[in-house]
Structure formats: C-alpha cells, structure tokens
C-alpha cells in the first residue's frame, strides 16, 4: 500500500460528460502528479501541484483542469469528453516539488468512455 | 513526445536468467529512476540514480547510467516469475516532470 487514494477506481461514463478524480496523498506529501496511462500514448505527465500551487505542466488538455486543495489533496476535472480519454489515470504524491525524488503511485482510476 | 524509449519493448526469459533493460531519455536530467508495474496497478518504486552517478545497485536490481549518451540500464539478476511485470524509466530534469519511457514488459517463465 503507497498511502496514496485515489477514487472512484473505476467509471463507465458517456461522450460529453464531465468527471472528478480524487486523489489524497500520502500524509506527509505536499507534491501530488497527475498521468494519464493509455496503450497508444502510454504514461503521460499531465499536471503538478505543490503545496496547493501548481509546480509543472505537461500535455494536459485545455478540457481538464486540476486543483490542490489547502489539507492538500488533489482532483482532476475532466470535461467534454472523447472516446480517446479513456484511460488509467494515476496520482502520485512526493514530499519534495522541486528535483523530483521517488514518486509514490495510487492504484489509479479507469475511465471509460462510451 | 515527452517520451524516451525503452528496448527492448517486451522480454521473455526463464526463471534464473539475468533481464536486462535500456532506457534513452532526450534532455538533461537530475536522476533517472526506475518502476515497476503490475499489470493495471499503480507503479512501484525500485531505484534512483543521480547524473553523478554511473552505477547503483539495490538487491537483485543493478542501474548504471550514461549521461553522455543519455542512456540508462536496468539488469534484474536471476529473474523470479514474481518479477513479471512492466518496467518503466523515468527522468528527471529542472522543470519538475518526471517523464516516462514506454515501458519494458518482462516475462519470467517458471
């Protein structure tokens, strides 16, 4: 067990719609990041939040946004979305935001869109 | 892409037998890490190397890096059918992303 919870673990949902991911980090973390695990694009880096700030950007679509809150944890918004955005999304949470030391992953939520 | 590459891609050896992976990654990095991930799970942890460092070892695992040919290996020695699984590299560079490779999927026959 990482310590990291990510919720739901899985969701069937349709084109269109808009979804929350939830993540709480381990106690103690103050980094949480978020990827997207597709079979096509495999592990991407969408977006990291340190301390309730955002720290780093990646290929993150301007149809998901992301927020830390103060008692530091984590949601990912997806709106509008494609067949294409199905996938494994993982938070990982870290102690330090700046030189990127071990990363400790959830179990992931799978999103299925139909 | 963000991506760097990881060869082979999928690896299948007998129980016993040493895996070796290869990671490149495209920028300048910090450290380089290595997980693990069971099939659909979360990734684990196994290892860091720093960009001063050339080799590392941990266990049964063995990582050596090569800055100047922004190249990294991971040698798994005498392999368990437990270490069946996904392998992935990370790097880490100033911008605070730690980017991954496309993975290595090892097979270890019993």
């Known amino acids: 067990d990482s310590g990291v919870t990510q919720t739901p673990k899985h969701l069937i949902t349709a084109t269109g719609q808009r979804v929350t991911l939830r993540c709480s980090p381990r106690?103690?973390?103050?980094?949480v990041y978020w990827y997207q695990q597709s079979l096509d694009q495999g592990l991407q880096f969408l977006i990291q939040?340190?301390?309730?700030?955002?720290?780093a950007k990646g290929n993150i679509l301007e149809r998901f946004s992301a927020q830390q809150f103060p008692d530091l944890h984590s949601e990912l918004n997806l709106s509008s979305l494609e067949l294409g955005d199905s996938a494994l999304y993982f938070c990982?949470?870290?102690?330090?935001?700046?030189?990127?030391?071990?990363?400790?992953f959830g179990e992931g939520s799978r999103l299925t869109v139909l | 892409s963000q991506q760097g590459e990881e060869d082979p891609q999928a690896l299948s050896i007998q129980e016993g037998e040493n895996a070796t992976m290869n990671c490149s990654y495209k920028?300048?990095?910090?450290?380089l890490q290595w997980y693990r991930q069971n099939s659909g799970r979360g990734l684990v942890h196994l290892i860091l190397?720093?960009?001063?460092?050339r080799e590392k070892h941990s266990g049964r695992l063995r990582v050596t890096l090569d800055t100047s040919k922004k190249s990294s290996s991971l040698l798994i020695t005498a392999s368990r059918a437990a270490d069946t699984a996904s392998y992935f590299c990370?790097?880490?560079?100033?911008?605070?992303?730690?980017?991954f490779g496309q993975g290595t999927t090892l097979q270890v026959k019993p």
């Open positions: 190397i720093r960009s001063n460092e």
């Open positions: 106690s103690g973390d103050l980094s």
């Open positions: 990982a949470s870290s102690i330090s935001g700046g030189d990127t030391g071990e990363l400790f």
């Open positions: 939040y340190y301390n309730g700030e955002e720290r």
């Open positions: 990370a790097s880490s560079g100033n911008t605070g992303k730690l980017i």
């Open positions: 920028t300048s990095i910090n450290n």
